[in-house]
């Protein structure tokens, strides 16, 4: 069934208010100034007359003060969408209002990009990426490639940012004590017959000498050479290319739960509160960032 909705609004100005700086004002007189929304533009007409079909009808009014550059009605229809989409199980939410958030989003990143906020307009579209449909989703990552350009542009970088294995920077001390990890077999689990172990073992052999004859091996040094082994655990890495991100983080004891408690968080914060990721022997914890929705290629 549609889903009717009505909320008492002020009468919002279609002008910016005088005391907006001059940097806004400009970002309002001319919100297509920025980056460029091509499939927005083409199918704004029919998501909007689609939203007014489910009760739609104060996002609609609202949305056009948006388009215009109106700030205050572009934050008043995100609200408006977003509280369509907790109005009950996420499988039950309309996809059309999926679409009138990243909508939404795309009107306010358009407002902070204007005024040089990029830090806000990145959660702005981030958050259209993870909460809003597939409509828009072409703007979005077209304008998410170009902000962060720019928040790169202007972030000042250090020789410390250059060097990714720094040890003072790392996550992790990959120099932890092996014994405290390794997890010994029961007596005579496998026929009382010692496990052989191989450094660097290629697939070839892998199948050949271990695959097909079921015999079991230990595998070790085969992931030294992936650039994630250094990256991944470099703190100023991971900020430089997805600190203004926002991203869903996933915190688990072991890929066993059932259920992990889940929340977006932006990796910057994430790297300095999170400083700690605990080794032991029959439990990891690990606190890892999920990539899905925010497109980072780490």
């Known amino acids: 069934s549609n889903s009717h909705f009505s909320i008492n609004l002020p009468n919002l ?7 907006m700086s001059k940097t806004t004002a400009s970002a309002a007189e001319s919100p297509h100034n920025g980056f460029e929304t091509p499939t927005l533009d083409t199918e704004s007409p029919t998501l909007l007359h689609s939203i007014s079909e489910h009760g739609g009808y104060a996002y609609v009014r609202m949305a056009s003060l948006a388009a215009s550059g109106d700030v205050r009605a572009a934050e008043a229809v995100r609200e408006m969408a977003w509280e369509q989409l907790h109005s009950g199980p996420w499988h039950s939410v309309l996809p059309v209002w999926r679409d009138a958030y990243s909508m939404a989003c795309l009107h306010v990143a358009k407002h902070h990009y204007g005024n040089g906020e990029f830090k806000e307009a990145l959660r702005a579209l981030d958050m259209g990426i993870i909460m809003g449909g597939n409509l828009l989703r072409k703007d979005l990552d077209s304008a998410i490639g170009k902000v962060s350009e720019k928040a790169r542009n202007l972030r000042v970088s250090d020789r410390s940012c250059q060097d990714f294995g720094s040890d003072d920077h790392r996550l992790v001390d990959l120099d932890f004590d092996v014994s405290k990890v390794l997890q010994l077999l029961p007596v005579k689990s496998l ?3 010692l496990v052989v172990k191989r450094s660097a073992l290629s697939l ?7 695959y097909l004859s079921g015999s079991p091996v230990i595998i070790s040094d085969c992931m030294a050479h992936w650039p994630a082994k250094k990256n991944w655990n470099n703190k100023d890495y991971l900020l430089r290319v997805a600190g203004d991100r926002t991203v869903p983080v996933e915190l688990v004891s072991d890929d066993l739960t059932p259920t992990h408690p889940s929340s977006v968080t932006i990796p910057s914060r994430f790297c300095f509160s999170h400083q700690v990721v605990e080794l032991e022997m029959h439990e990891i914890k690990v606190e890892r960032f999920a990539s899905y929705g925010c497109e980072c290629y780490l």
């Open 13 to 19: 100005p279609a002008a910016p208010p005088h005391n």
């Open 191 to 193: 026929a009382s017959k």
């Open 204 to 210: 070839e052999k892998f199948l050949k000498d271990h």
